[in-house]
Antibody, heavy 116, light 106 residues
Framework: EVRMVESGGGLVRPGGSLRLSCTAS????????IHWVRQAPGRGLEWVSSISGSSKYVFYADSLKGRFTISRDNAKEEVYLQMNSLTTDDTAVYFCARRSQALDVWGQGTTVTVSS | DIQLTQSPSTLSASVGDRVTITCRASQSIDDWLAWYQQQPGKAPKLLIYKASILESGVPSRFSGSGSGTDFTLTISSLQPDDLGTYYC????????FGQGTKLEIK
């Protein structure tokens, strides 16, 4: 079964950091780019970042202003999202998704809450 | 940044109706557009990719069209399970989503 599972969410203070993980299974992991997408409470989907299969190409939403870093470990079949200088605007459910022609396999999401 | 603008923002329709949602890009994205359905409390589900190609397992009542800057998602005969919010996403330059169209069943 093809699966994506996010972990690492939780409650963090403003200005703090958090690292999310996305664990994949059931497909050739290194052949696919992986994307992070977030959804603030009651809001729409916001594309966050992506990383190619070889890690050669990484992209970020301009709004993140260099605070987030995406990486992957193909041996572990994991992708990571390091999030620094968090603000209340970063409160959201964070999804990881596999890209084939589009984002065809999604995880269930992990919740990040930034609050004092 | 490429901006995607969906219309309408909300839509109420009856079972059996033909429903159309549009997505307009701020610059040409060729056919690098996908459509998703998101039901409450769930992850998005891919419906259409490359503007008009139906994802495997998606009912044939869903169809997509367009290229360049103007795109359309059509549901030919609305079913009760089609309620949810629909999003377009572009892959031409990095990526971005439209703001969503909430579809309600009358």
């Amino acid at each position: 079964e093809v699966r994506m599972v996010e972990s690492g969410g939780g409650l963090v203070r403003p200005g703090g950091s958090l690292r999310l993980s996305c664990t994949a299974s059931g497909f050739t992991f290194s052949s696919h780019s992986i994307h992070w997408v977030r959804q603030a409470p009651g809001r729409g989907l916001e594309w966050v970042s992506s990383i190619s299969g070889s890690s050669k190409y990484v992209f970020y939403a301009d709004s993140l202003k260099g605070r987030f870093t995406i990486s992957r470990d193909n041996a572990k079949e994991e992708v990571y999202l390091q999030m620094n200088s968090l603000t209340t605007d970063d409160t959201a459910v964070y999804f990881c998704a596999r890209r084939s022609q589009a984002l065809d396999v999604w995880g269930q999401g992990t919740t990040v809450t930034v609050s004092s | 940044d490429i901006q995607l603008t969906q219309s309408p923002s909300t839509l109420s329709a009856s079972v059996g109706d033909r429903v159309t949602i549009t997505c307009r890009a701020s610059q040409s994205i060729d056919d690098w557009l996908a459509w998703y359905q998101q039901q409450p409390g769930k992850a998005p589900k891919l419906l259409i990719y490359k503007a008009s190609i139906l994802e495997s397992g998606v009912p044939s009542r869903f169809s997509g069209s367009g290229s360049g800057t103007d795109f359309t998602l059509t549901i030919s005969s609305l079913q009760p399970d089609d309620l949810g919010t629909y999003y377009c996403q572009q892959f031409n330059t990095y990526s971005s989503f439209g703001q969503g169209t909430k579809l309600e069943i009358k």
